[in-house]
């Protein structure tokens, strides 16, 4: 029971750090020739980034911003209530509230990134019509999974 613990408590600590990463860095979406990225802060080309997205001022964008935040701040939340449940809880209880909190987190990620494919994954904001999906996308989506496995771990597991 000790090594799930320390296990799941690791694969947490590493969800928020690539919500981190997924949320700052600018890799959402490339181009195919390499020398253009966009993310949800920035537009970089040719090692240089500006603050020039071509949507920046959509409501939409401001969104999967917004939700992205709040993902990892819940996530966070979720991390430090289950170290305080971890060594305050009696015996044979759930982590219900680490497991609803991580589920939280595991919604604003779903609607942060729904929006940002519905909206924006399909090359719009190059002027070349190919372009594929970066790292930090890719990480979105994998912080997804990890946050709902946690989170219904989470619900499941009793304090032994």
Same mark, same amino acid.
Request: charged letters at 10%; proline letters at 0%.
């Given at each position: 029971?000790? *090594? #799930?613990?320390?296990?799941?408590?690791?694969? !947490?600590?590493?969800? @928020?750090?690539?919500?981190? *990463?997924?949320?700052?860095?600018?890799?959402?979406? @490339?181009?195919?020739?390499?020398?253009?990225?966009?993310?949800?802060?920035?537009?970089?080309?040719?090692?240089?980034?500006?603050?020039? =997205?071509?949507?920046?001022?959509?409501? %939409?964008?401001?969104? @999967?911003? %917004?939700?992205?935040?709040?993902?990892?701040?819940?996530?966070?939340?979720? #991390?430090? *209530? &289950?170290?305080?449940? =971890?060594?305050?809880?009696?015996?044979?209880?759930? &982590?219900?509230?680490?497991? %609803?909190?991580?589920?939280?987190?595991?919604?604003?990620?779903?609607?942060? *990134?729904?929006?940002?494919?519905?909206?924006? %994954?399909?090359?719009?904001?190059?002027?070349?019509?190919?372009? !594929? !999906?970066?790292?930090?996308?890719?990480?979105?989506?994998?912080?997804?999974?990890?946050?709902?496995?946690?989170?219904? =771990?989470?619900?499941? =597991?009793?304090?032994?």
């Amino acid at each position: 029971m000790l *090594v #799930l613990l320390a296990g799941i408590f690791v694969v !947490h600590i590493a969800t @928020v750090i690539m919500l981190f *990463v997924s949320t700052i860095a600018n890799v959402w979406m @490339v181009s195919n020739m390499g020398n253009a990225s966009v993310g949800l802060w920035k537009n970089c080309t040719d090692n240089s980034c500006t603050d020039s =997205l071509s949507y920046a001022g959509e409501d %939409a964008l401001k969104t @999967v911003q %917004a939700f992205m935040i709040l993902s990892i701040i819940f996530s966070v939340i979720s #991390l430090l *209530v &289950f170290v305080f449940q =971890l060594f305050t809880m009696e015996k044979g209880n759930r &982590f219900f509230l680490s497991g %609803a909190t991580k589920l939280v987190c595991w919604l604003c990620i779903l609607v942060g *990134v729904s929006i940002y494919t519905n909206r924006y %994954a399909n090359c719009s904001a190059f002027s070349q019509s190919e372009c !594929h !999906h970066g790292y930090s996308y890719i990480l979105a989506w994998i912080c997804f999974c990890f946050s709902f496995v946690i989170g219904i =771990l989470y619900l499941v =597991l009793r304090k032994k």
